[in-house]
């Protein structure tokens, strides 16, 4: 079952940790959201395996904006 990974608030990708075929565990940060002058954390709420990466390092992503897939 795929599990799609949103961005919690407006901000821009300034960092992706993962790549698709890496296996994740609940909690493992996947990328890094800069938002307001602040770095956040996007982690995995679910453990998988990286299916899809939808952005780039340096978009702007807006709230729930799918930022990447899990399987």
């Known amino acids: ?7 919690h ?3 821009t990708i ?3 940790l993962v790549k ?3 296996k994740v ?3 493992d940060e996947l ?5 307001m002058k602040m770095e956040n954390p996007i982690c995995a709420k679910n453990a998988g395996v990286v299916k899809e990466i939808k952005v780039k390092e ?6 729930n904006q799918i ?5």
Do not use: W, Y
């Open 1 to 7: 079952m795929a599990v799609d990974v949103v961005a």
């Open 9 to 11: 608030m407006p901000g």
């Open 14 to 16: 300034t960092e992706i």
């Open 20 to 22: 698709v075929g890496d």
């Open 25 to 27: 565990q609940v909690d």
């Open 31 to 35: 990328m890094i959201l800069e938002a």
């Open 58 to 63: 340096k978009d702007k992503v807006a709230t």
């Open 67 to 71: 930022l990447l897939i899990l399987e």
